[in-house]
């Protein structure tokens, strides 16, 4: 059984892992054509054709998601899957050509392994070429290789983190989720009153350090922008309930919200919110545990 993002028909997952300087790109190839939405609540996020997913005159089909370490450095590892896109024809048509649409965010791992080597291009092609269908590679691969958490407090607290993913069915929709932990925050469960004793000064939160990336993708067919957005609300209620604290002014936490289903005015919006709230939670459990 696939119990992961790949469940979803024609959606395919590849890494490119970097384990000496402790970083990576995670990239999400996605089926065309497809309704794309995207929500920030962090307060440092660092991404790349965000605004075109809202702004747009028209909806525009998402080729494929880059995920990427390496801070701001990191997109340029969109460069190198968007060349790719482009030689397969992929991408929206101009008369100069066909321009893919490869939205990207980023995670900030310069302080786990080397700064000084960050995903390239040449490391977004890697991983769109080790794409598969197969359930997702979880744990310190991709862009999860040096991903941490709970960064509250004394260095010796930081946990090793990576990248968790996960599947969940509401009748014949298959709702899938990746998620690139890196917060601030701690994985908790329980009430969140037990934990506001825990809060100490932040360590080494000065500048956004952090971050969690989420992908959901589903084969609905929601053909309408603002019911996707609030799917992607839902998506980050399930960040809020998992990791304590989340959205903070060091996090960059970024959702993107993809459906890839023929449009049908009578699906279910709010049990689909509910089942993409569940693949995502059981996401960052896993990716919790899996560093």
Known sequence: MNDSLTAVPGVQVGHYTDTEAMTGVTVISLPTPNLGAVDVRGG????????????????VPVDAIVFAGGSAFGLAAADGVMAELEREGRGVPTPAGSVPIVPAAIIFDLIVGRADVRPTAADGVAAYRNRSREPVETGSVGAGTGATIAKWGPPEGVKKAGIGSAATKAGSVTVGALVVLNAVGDVVEGPIDEHLGTLAPAFGTGVAQNTTLVAVVSDAGIGNPNELRRVAIRVHDALGATIFPAHTRYDGDTAFVVDTGVPDASVDVDGLAEAAFDAVVRAVRQAATAG
């Open 44 to 59: 440092g996020p660092g991404t790349r054709e965000t605004t075109i997913l809202g702004d747009a005159i028209k909806p």
